[in-house]
């Protein structure tokens, strides 16, 4: 005859409600940390996109002075539109904006030669304002990469790992930056 | 242009000094020792009031002397509360009012004489201090000295404040709790931003927002000694790393062994709010000094002064330039948070 009183079935059952909140603790932490990094992914597109329009305008700008650059403004164009497209998988998308951003400074760099260009007030105004654009950019991708630090752990560690292969949490890449801006500068180049 | 120690040394500060405050100060001395006499006063006849009030309670208790003998009622003792007021009372408004007077009269040409800083008696609203979420909530508030001006183009404020908690125990006990004591600088900061972060000691498991502001949540970083030592809580994840960059987390870090104190910020209003709590004095040896009193009708008064930016006390000289200097350096520090945290600079780190 089963006994429901006994302290050995009273352990069992406590032993699976402990059991049970610990998976759902983990269940719910994967979730927190795959929303965390959703919210990193779409805060560095947004800043990429406000990127994007201070782009369009410094191009504007530019293209009235500018008429020897002609070869980098074109490829500049090209780019943004690349970046723009839908469906670009995550890595090709940072790829891209990599490249974006280094013809951007290239531009900024020949600004100097354009005396004229140098001193317009809108184009200082757009420059002041796309070096804060990428503060935020660098600090949008600091935060990804700290969320995608926590999904690494979650995919990699059980029993978190367990839920991260259950909703299908693969693992993004993290944002690193491109070969050549970890070359050493030449200022003989420059000067 | 730079302010450093090196120009409390030279002779162009000195002859600054002589021309400008030493004739403030043999007026303050002058003043100190009317001050010192009166409270001499002050206190021998506050002494003698409750030495009689004492003889007379003693004296009442014994049956062939008591009161009822010499036609006085037992309520009688009630014409020694108001002498007994005054005595409680007299000593130290005399020590307050001599501090007040003396900040009055010298720290204006003072902090002057080393840059475009006004002394003030322009103080913080509490609600202002409530809102940078960096002490627990408190119901008391007194504050003392206030400079402010600009230093490299900076504005800045300082405001000396003493925060504090009272609590009713029970029906018949409050207890008094202090919150916070010292400095609370503002600075303008060298970054556009819209939200709050704040930046708390790391108390470990026991570490939390102080007041209201569910919107701040907890921030990540990724140096490990910065980390260690400090709790950072934000409204937003990338404007926290965008005002906490790598190379102003290690500034923070420098700030904090500067001081060797458990400094805390926020970042509100386009101002970054430092607070540097005042050093409290171990009790190995009681120091008369800055032992405080807190005096019904007056608020808490010290023989000394404050922790921060003390003047002489009653009993000492005041034609001392090497004190005022020391009221001086302790300044500079203050403002050289500008040069710690590269406040001036706009290179985005």
Redesign the interface.
């Given at each position: 005859m089963e006994c429901i009183g006994c302290p050995q079935i009273n352990l069992v059952l406590i032993g699976l409600v402990v059991i049970s909140f610990i998976l759902f603790g983990a269940y719910t932490s994967v979730i927190r940390k795959r929303n965390n990094l959703l919210?990193?992914k779409s805060?560095i597109d947004v800043?990429l996109q406000k990127r994007q329009n201070v782009i369009t305008n410094i191009l504007t700008i530019a293209k009235k002075f500018m008429e020897h650059e002609k070869g980098l403004l074109t490829e500049i164009t090209e780019l943004r539109t690349s970046v723009a497209k839908p469906n670009v998988a995550q890595k090709e998308k940072f790829d891209l904006e990599n490249q974006l951003g280094l013809k951007v400074n290239q531009l900024m760099l020949q600004v100097e030669n354009y005396p004229d260009l140098k001193s317009d007030q809108t184009m200082i105004q757009a420059m002041k304002t796309y070096?804060?654009i990428?503060?935020?950019i660098?600090?949008?991708r600091?935060?990804y990469n700290?969320s995608i630090k926590e999904v690494k752990n979650a995919v990699e560690i059980p029993p978190t790992s367990f839920f991260a292969y259950l909703v299908n949490l693969s693992k993004f890449p993290f944002y690193e930056a491109d070969a050549s801006a970890a070359k050493p500068v030449n200022a003989a180049d420059f000067l | 242009m730079e302010i450093n120690y090196d120009k409390l040394e030279t002779k162009e500060f000195n002859d600054y000094f002589l021309k400008n405050i030493g004739p403030k100060l043999k007026q303050a001395e002058k003043i100190r020792q009317t001050d010192l006499a009166n409270f001499k006063s002050a206190l021998t006849i506050s002494v003698s009031i409750y030495f009689v009030f004492i003889l007379v309670y003693i004296f009442g208790l014994i049956p062939e002397y008591s009161l009822e003998k010499f036609g006085a009622g037992p309520n009688s003792l009630l014409v020694f509360i108001i002498p007994l007021v005054i005595a409680s009372i007299w000593p130290f408004m005399i020590v307050k009012n001599y501090q007040k007077e003396m900040k009055k009269m010298l720290f204006p040409v003072l902090f002057k004489s080393i840059g475009n800083f006004k002394f003030s008696n322009n103080t913080l609203k509490s609600y202002e201090i409530e809102q940078y979420n960096l002490f627990e909530h408190f119901n008391q508030y007194s504050s003392d000295d206030t400079i402010t001006g600009t230093y490299k183009n900076i504005n800045l404020g300082i405001y000396e404040v003493d925060l504090k908690k009272r609590e009713q125990k029970s029906e018949e006990k409050t207890e008094v709790k202090r919150v916070f004591k010292g400095l609370i600088c503002k600075f303008h900061m060298n970054?556009?931003f819209s939200g709050k972060t704040i930046v708390l000691q790391d108390k470990g498991w026991f570490t939390s927002v102080p007041g209201y502001d569910n919107r701040l949540k907890k921030v990540?970083?990724?140096d490990p000694v910065f980390e260690n030592h400090f709790e950072v809580y934000s409204r937003s994840?990338?404007?926290?790393?965008?005002l906490l960059?790598t190379a102003f987390m290690q500034r923070l870090l420098d700030l904090k062994h500067k001081f060797n104190s458990n400094i805390s910020c926020c970042f509100y209003n386009q101002e970054i709010i430092v607070a540097i709590p005042c050093k409290t004095h171990s009790n190995s040896s009681f120091d008369f000094k800055n032992f405080e009193f807190d005096v019904p009708l007056l608020g808490p008064i010290s023989l000394g002064d404050k922790n921060f930016f003390e003047l002489p006390w009653l009993f000492e000289n005041m034609v001392n330039i090497q004190h005022f200097k020391k009221i001086l350096i302790e300044f500079i520090s203050v403002v050289s948070i500008v040069d710690t945290l590269k406040l001036e600079q706009d290179i985005?780190m």
């Open positions: 919210e990193a805060g800043q070096n804060e990428e503060e935020n660098a600090a949008a600091r935060f700290s | 970054k556009e990540h970083l990724e994840q990338i404007e926290s790393r965008y960059t985005g």
